[in-house]
């Protein structure tokens, strides 16, 4: 099946696994959570047990290093496709307030990047993480 948008993590290729497994949850969550249609329906096992949806279209995780993050915010902002984003900071905070002022008192241009998501039509999403390499 193919589609007509991508979703697409960048991850700063310096991140231990732990803090890079973190950050896609957090980035892919923002854009779950604002992309109405991006979620399937629930699923349900043979028992009949539930289970939340997922999202309906493939995730592909990319990394590079700072400059190719910066790079690729860069493009999204200018492009008009929204991000997520998570900042080196957002590891020392401990609540959705406290991240949300820990960003806002930083310039777009000065933001410490760990890891951004984008989630649009394919050929603007591939622009945007030019430069990047599959996670992997």
């Given at each position: 099946?193919?589609?007509?948008?991508?979703?697409?993590?960048?991850?700063?290729?310096?991140l231990?696994a732990?803090?890079?497994?973190?950050?896609?949850?957090?980035v892919?969550?923002?854009?779950a959570?604002?992309?109405?249609?991006?979620?399937?329906e629930?699923?349900?096992?043979?028992?009949?047990?539930?289970?939340?949806?997922?999202?309906?279209?493939?995730?592909?995780?990319?990394?590079?290093?700072?400059?190719?993050?910066?790079?690729?915010?860069?493009r999204?902002?200018?492009?008009?496709?929204?991000?997520?984003?998570?900042?080196?900071?957002?590891?020392?905070?401990?609540?959705?307030e406290?991240?949300?002022?820990?960003?806002?008192?930083?310039?777009r241009?000065?933001?410490?990047?760990?890891?951004?998501?984008?989630?649009?039509?394919?050929?603007?999403?591939?622009?945007?993480?030019?430069?990047?390499?599959?996670?992997g």
């Amino acid at each position: 099946m193919t589609f007509p948008t991508k979703i697409a993590v960048l991850l700063r290729d310096d991140l231990p696994a732990w803090q890079a497994l973190n950050v896609t949850a957090f980035v892919v969550s923002g854009v779950a959570g604002t992309e109405p249609g991006l979620l399937g329906e629930d699923y349900e096992d043979a028992d009949g047990t539930k289970y939340l949806p997922m999202l309906g279209q493939p995730v592909l995780v990319f990394a590079g290093d700072g400059t190719v993050l910066k790079a690729a915010h860069a493009r999204a902002v200018e492009r008009g496709v929204a991000c997520a984003i998570f900042t080196q900071d957002l590891f020392a905070t401990g609540n959705d307030e406290d991240n949300r002022a820990a960003v806002r008192k930083v310039a777009r241009a000065d933001l410490h990047l760990a890891g951004l998501a984008v989630h649009g039509p394919k050929n603007a999403v591939d622009r945007i993480v030019k430069g990047a390499r599959l996670h992997g």
